[in-house]
């Protein structure tokens, strides 16, 4: 038996309406919810008893997940009153474990997608005897994240979460949102409160002398913090450069789920997920975007590194790069969005409004 809390909540993943008016981990990503990809890849791990901690409703995940027979998963959900931290959301979601002091219990991040060889962290969890371990990348940029030396054996020298000053950049490895715990260190960690793993937990078992043992494995990982990794991973997803059991067909330039219509002369790639009901223009050139379902992309388009939500309209001959419609959204014929552009839900672009090309 292996068991694992599977981390989804938190105060600023509620609602994001600037992009799909859905809280994020159900928007789809290579045709399913995101989480779904987590779950898969868990049960794909071996974990066969996976609690997820939320501090939304569980109206809005049991009826897609259930108990996660359809995943090979017994999975359970705890719901907080309030939002508790990721320390105090592991807390509280351990009261449902069920292995003993000594047992490993994965811990994921929800919004992480890795390639990371889940077992084999348990592995070496296992043989380094560890407190905790730690799946470790290195980034380019460790600003946002939190930094986590480590000596040549692997054992953690400190951990600091989002450092604030050039001085406490020490390193560029990086807490890739995938734990190891034995069982007893989460049990140690205050009850009934928020606590932070990261700023309390790691820390204080640092300072008390504790095992925290980092694995650095240089697989894909890719944060979901911003709009734009979300539609990679999607892209990433369906392309098979990172495996999923969840995707719901085989691997390929793109992904055209049962219902959707694409026009004869329609190009699609890069990992393109085309949702059911949608639409795809004669002379479409989609690259590596999510087209949820219902939405109409009108012909003659170029739609690059995008995210259409459900039900949006994208008008004829409009460009859009590395843009998000919000669920409902028209962007109406001939203008051109880049860059991040966003656009609420619902709301409604005339033609010819936007371009971000020189004037013609
Ligand atoms: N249930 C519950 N309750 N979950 C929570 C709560 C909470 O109060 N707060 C956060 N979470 C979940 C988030 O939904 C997310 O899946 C995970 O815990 C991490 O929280 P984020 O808010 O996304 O943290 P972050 O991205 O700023 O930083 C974390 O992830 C980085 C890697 O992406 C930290 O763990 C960093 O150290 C790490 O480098
Ligand atoms: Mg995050």
């Known amino acids: 038996m292996l068991e694992a809390i599977l981390l989804v909540g938190g105060q600023g993943t509620r609602l994001r309406p600037v992009t799909v008016n859905t809280p994020k981990p159900m928007v789809r990503a290579a045709g399913v919810p995101f989480l779904a990809h987590q779950i898969a890849r868990a049960a794909a791990a071996g974990v066969t008893h996976l609690v997820m901690a939320t501090c939304y409703l569980a109206e809005v995940f049991e009826p897609y997940f259930g108990d996660g027979s359809a995943f090979g998963v017994s999975l359970e959900y705890v719901v907080e009153d309030e939002p508790l931290g990721t320390g105090g959301a592991i807390r509280n979601a351990a009261r449902?474990?069920?292995?003993?002091?000594?047992?490993?219990?994965?811990?994921?991040?929800?919004?992480?997608?890795?390639?990371?060889?889940?077992?084999?962290?348990?592995?070496?969890?296992r043989s380094a005897a560890a407190d905790v371990s730690l799946h470790l990348v290195r980034v380019e940029d460790p600003r946002a994240f939190g930094l986590v030396p480590t000596d040549s054996e692997g054992r953690v020298l400190a951990f600091t979460e989002k450092p604030q000053t050039p001085e406490e950049i020490v390193t560029d490895q990086i807490n890739a949102g995938c734990y190891v715990f034995r069982r007893s260190v989460i049990d140690s960690i205050p009850a009934g409160r928020p606590v932070s793993v990261e700023r309390e937990t790691f820390p204080g078992l640092l300072a008390r002398g504790a095992r925290l043992?980092?694995?650095?494995?240089?697989?894909?990982?890719?944060d979901l913090g911003k709009p734009e990794s979300f539609v990679q991973a999607?892209?990433?997803?369906?392309?098979?450069?990172?495996?999923?059991?969840?995707?719901?067909?085989p691997r390929g330039e793109s992904l055209v789920l049962?219902?959707?219509?694409?026009?004869?002369?329609?190009?699609?790639?890069?990992?393109?997920v085309v949702g059911a009901g949608a639409r795809i223009g004669a002379g479409a050139v989609v690259e590596g975007s999510i087209v949820l379902d219902g939405a109409v992309i009108e012909a003659d388009t170029r739609v690059r590194a995008s995210l259409i939500g459900v039900g949006a309209t994208v008008g004829t001959r409009t460009v859009l790069d590395g843009a998000v419609?919000?669920?409902?959204?028209?962007?109406?014929?001939?203008?051109?969005?880049?860059a991040g552009a966003r656009v609420w839900c619902g709301a409604r672009l005339p033609a010819s409004a936007v371009r971000f090309s020189s004037d013609r």
């Open 258 to 272: 049962p219902g959707a219509e694409v026009a004869a002369g329609a190009e699609l790639s890069g990992g393109t």
């Open 325 to 338: 419609l919000g669920d409902g959204a028209v962007v109406g014929a001939d203008n051109e969005l880049r």
């Open 234 to 249: 999607s892209a990433d997803l369906v392309r098979g450069v990172v495996p999923s059991p969840a995707v719901p067909g």
């Open 213 to 222: 043992h980092g694995v650095t494995e240089n697989t894909y990982w890719l």
């Open 96 to 125: 449902r474990l069920t292995g003993g002091p000594d047992e490993p219990v994965l811990v994921f991040n929800g919004d992480i997608l890795t390639g990371l060889d889940i077992a084999g962290l348990v592995d070496s969890h």
